[in-house]
């Protein structure tokens, strides 16, 4: 259970004066052991490491509900450096009480540090492991999510940024993009299901959020206490939604239109007609907005797109709408692809997170990768020439071979389809899957005795080589989207600017 989150921004540059005014400060703010840490950095690495940790004492003292000299000092707060770079509590107070979960990440001159703090579970108590114990692991740029951010909104020109955060963030994970896409002020954020808009309020999301799904009609009052936004599916939910909401309880409403997309929305203007006089007239519902998404936005095909919104325009066009209630047509492709039918908001999934969606097939867009997917060696060894590698005995060694193991498999979202994909190696060199992907680990064939603990990249950009979603994606036959949001929860998400 989460009891309580800190958030923290502070200017690199800031603290940078206040330590040279002030060279006390660096001993203020930094135990010994940080202070070693400090001084074997130089420039630019040195102040933000300073701010960094400035920061996250600051988050973490306002996630105890205290705020610093209050009961807390920085020298009761240890921040140290992990093993890939990732920050690592040691010291703190209630640290044997609690789990931490901290993410420091860098945005031009401004550090931004997020701190939640939850309850340890009793030994009865079960929750879904994350292996950090384990070398192997996730990568998350800050840097490349708000790229994509500034890049697609200054691209339409749009009004408001809906950040679609649904599949715990197309895989990226959740507790480490909400906090990033905060900081670069996108305006709400769009889940699937209502269980993950309920998962954004406790995490201590403020904005509006919108559930894109259906929504079974006898939550509503939960929705309504929750102030998340439901999709109208019929006038029959409508009707039932206002006879379950409790007497003084208000519930966000948004009505979607099906103009052929065929999955869920009103495709009749009566009935539509309808529902729209319906919200007007109970001043329980609050009209957030009416929305629409094209199936082919990000294909070659413009015909059935145009087929699309001429439907739109026929089912809307004229109706009872009021001016507050945003319409919004955009999904990524749309963004990417085409002119906004309407300003009011777009909503951003695969492009926020860097993917091209159209896999080629439309011009190119200058979106940058958020996620890399990586593992260590854990075992390296010869294996004589005639010998077989994992199961089935698909793969044989033709001659004296060293061969590799990646505690990484299937249960991770690394699919078994990615036998004969190749990797990289620190220095951008290409190396084989070899043998089949088993649930935990698989195999890549070396080109010499490499060390246990080699970095190999199986999802990234290594030396002057990358491997991309849409790579790993025509190897399994299938769309980056399902590669992505098959990323286990047990891989560790890491902040790496």
């Not at 009609?217 to 929750?226: C, F, G, P, R, T």
């Amino acid at each position: 259970m989460i009891i309580g989150t800190g958030t923290d921004i502070q200017t690199i540059s800031a603290v940078a004066k206040m330590a040279d005014r002030t060279p006390r400060t660096i001993d203020a703010i930094l135990t010994e052991r940080e202070r070693e840490i400090y001084h074997q950095r130089r420039g630019k690495r040195q102040v933000a490491f300073l701010a960094g940790r400035f920061s996250v004492k600051e988050a973490y003292s306002k996630a105890l509900g205290t705020g610093i000299s209050q009961g807390v000092g920085f020298q009761d707060i240890e921040v140290l450096v992990g093993e890939h770079g990732e920050p690592v509590i040691t010291k703190a107070p209630q640290l044997d009480q609690l789990s931490v979960h901290i993410s420091i990440s860098h945005t031009g001159d401004l550090v931004h540090s997020l701190v939640i703090l939850e309850q340890k579970m009793s030994d009865t108590q079960t929750a879904l492991p994350v292996a950090y114990h384990r070398p192997a692991w996730l990568e998350i740029s800050g840097q490349a999510l708000k790229h994509n951010i500034d890049y697609i909104r200054d691209l339409t020109g749009t009004k408001r940024f809906c950040a679609v955060v649904k599949a715990n963030a197309y895989g990226h994970g959740l507790e480490q993009v909400v906090p990033m896409m905060q900081a670069a002020h996108v305006d709400q954020f769009a889940v699937a299901a209502m269980d993950e808009g309920l998962w954004l309020r406790q995490f201590g999301v403020t904005e509006p959020v919108m559930v894109l799904g259906i929504t079974p009609v006898q939550y509503v009052a939960e929705l309504a206490d929750s102030q998340l936004t439901v999709p109208v599916s019929s006038v029959a939910w409508l009707k039932e939604a206002l006879r379950l909401l409790p007497r003084g309880a208000q519930l966000h409403v948004s009505v979607p239109v099906d103009s052929g997309m065929g999955r869920i929305g009103i495709r009749d203007r009566q009935e539509l007609t309808e529902v729209i006089q319906l919200i007007n007239a109970n001043s329980n519902l609050i009209f957030d907005s009416i929305w629409t998404h094209f199936s082919t936005a990000d294909t070659t095909n413009t015909t059935y797109f145009d087929q699309q919104l001429a439907k739109w325009h026929e089912l809307v066009d004229d109706q009872a709408i009021p001016e507050t209630t945003l319409r919004h047509l955009a999904n990524s492709g749309t963004s990417l692809w085409h002119k906004l039918p309407s300003h009011d908001m777009i909503r951003v999934g695969a492009g926020m997170y860097g993917f091209d969606s159209s896999q080629g097939s439309l011009p190119q867009r200058d979106l940058h990768p958020v996620m890399q997917l990586k593992a260590e060696l854990v075992h390296v060894k010869q294996v004589p020439a005639g010998n077989s590698i994992s199961y089935g005995a698909t793969y044989t060694t033709t001659t004296d071979e060293w061969i590799g193991t990646l505690p990484i498999g299937y249960a991770d979202g690394y699919p078994r389809s990615m036998q004969g994909m190749t990797a990289l190696l620190p220095d951008g060199r290409r190396i084989e899957i070899v043998g089949r992907i088993a649930m935990d680990q698989c195999m890549v064939r070396l080109p010499e005795a490499l060390p246990v603990g080699t970095v190999v990249t199986l999802l990234g950009r290594a030396g002057d080589q990358e491997i991309t979603l849409d790579d790993l994606a025509q190897q399994a036959q299938t769309i980056p989207y399902e590669i992505a949001t098959s990323m286990a929860p047990r891989l560790p998400r890491q902040i790496v600017d």
